[in-house]
Nanobody, 126 residues
Framework: QVQLVESGGGSVQAGGSLTLSCVYF????????MAWFRQFPGKGRETLAR????????DHHAAAEDRFTISHDNAKNTVYLRMNSLKPDDTAVYYC???????????????????WGRGTQVTVLA
């Protein structure tokens, strides 16, 4: 059974940085698409970035604004989201998601990803 566990969220001052981690378990397929989303209160989940595992490539969506970077460590079964120059508007719950057995081509929306972590709260203080 696939399990995704996010960590690294918390409170940070505007302009600061955070790195979120997503450790995954139970993934037996050799090629997968991993992604980061975020969700604001009362809104749907917004795509931030995707990465093909194990060897990339990665792509970042407009919401990432060149401030967020996705990466992957094969040895640690972990996907990261590095977030720089954080703004109060980045305050949201951040989720890791997985789609197994294929690459990220054409997989953009939350509905394309069957497996999800529980999310980690990021709060950016003005």
């Amino acid at each position: 059974q696939v399990q995704l566990v996010e960590s690294g969220g918390g409170s940070v001052q505007a302009g600061g940085s955070l790195t979120l981690s997503c450790v995954y378990f139970g993934i037996a397929t050799s090629t997968n698409c991993m992604a980061w989303f975020r969700q604001f209160p009362g809104k749907g989940r917004e795509t931030l970035a995707r990465i093909n595992t194990p060897n990339g490539p990665a792509d970042h969506h407009a919401a990432a604004e060149d401030r967020f970077t996705i990466s992957h460590d094969n040895a640690k079964n972990t996907v990261y989201l590095r977030m720089n120059s954080l703004k109060p508007d980045d305050t949201a719950v951040y989720y890791c998601a997985a789609r197994l057995g294929g690459d990220c081509w054409g997989k953009t929306y939350a509905s394309d990803f069957p497996s999800w972590g529980r999310g980690t709260q990021v709060t950016v203080l003005a």
